[in-house]
């Protein structure tokens, strides 16, 4: 792991002369609601990575256990959670709801994600936003509350805010929820390179056209530049970033 066996300070010191950062944005966001942490909740990066990486689908075949919920709620409305509700359904779930707290219209998932999460009978609860969860003595997941909401005016993102109805607090009884509002960028590594400029969310700053970074020497491109986004966006930043790194070793910085 470069930032914690290794920095990249000590791989100059090895002799590597460019280094280029391509470490993504793997670090799931929660919602800070109370009973987030019962058993039963699931960042959609665990969910996933448990189910399709580690193949939890085939346990026990293979040693990876998967919570197999059978009333599901996916919170977020992106192409992840188009994968989790998906998931969660072909793991055996009766039912998946997708809980998002604007329309289908802001719905930032690409129109093929929802058409298909549709085909599979996944359900769309909108204007909803879960307020905190509820738990057996167990602490197993039993249910969330929920709070319906209305469209407001546009906010920064341009996209109209979502605003709570007073008093529309309900339930949605539910053993497994998967949160996939997002994934915020790995510290890891930029906690241990200080001199490497930062976006105030943690983004690396590198030149949109050839991934060079604050700091002499070192590149980087993909999700931990430009946040969540997509593999052809992540596979040209590391093509720029390769000839200017073959600028670099031949021309100088
Ligand atoms: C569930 C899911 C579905 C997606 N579906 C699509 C899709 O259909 N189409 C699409 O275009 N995009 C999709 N994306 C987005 C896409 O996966 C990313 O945009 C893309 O993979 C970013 O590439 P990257 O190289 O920047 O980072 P990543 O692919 O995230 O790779 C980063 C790598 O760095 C490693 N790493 C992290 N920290 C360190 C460290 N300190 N030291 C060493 N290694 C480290 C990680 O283990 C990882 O292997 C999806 C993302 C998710 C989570």
Known sequence: MVGASVT?????????????????????????????????????????????????????????PIARGKNVVVLGAGNVAMDSARTAMRLGA?????????????????????????EEKIEFVLLTNPTQFFGDANGRLTGMECLKM?????????????????????????DLVVVSVGSNANPLLTNSTPDIALTRWGNI?????????SKRGV?????????????????????AAANSMHDYLTLGW
């Open 8 to 64: 990249i300070d000590e791989l100059f010191s090895e002799g590597y002369d460019a280094v280029y950062i391509g470490v993504g944005a793997g670090l799931p966001r929660f919602m800070d609601l109370p009973g987030e942490n019962l058993i039963g909740i699931y960042s959609a990066n665990e969910y996933l990575t448990r189910t399709n990486l580690m193949k939890g689908y085939l346990f026990p075949e293979y040693d990876t």
């Open 94 to 118: 009766d039912s998946v709801k997708v809980v998002y707290r604007r329309s289908r219209e802001e719905m930032p998932a690409r129109a093929e994600e929802l058409h298909h999460a549709e």
């Open 150 to 174: 209305e469209l407001g005016e546009p906010d920064a993102s341009g996209r109209r805010r979502p605003v709570p109805v007073e008093g529309s607090e309900f339930r949605i009884d539910c």
């Open 205 to 213: 700053i590198g030149d949109p056209v050839t991934g060079k970074t």
């Open 219 to 239: 590149w980087a491109g993909g999700d931990i530049v430009t946040g969540m986004a997509t593999v052809i966006l992540a596979m040209g930043a590391g093509r």
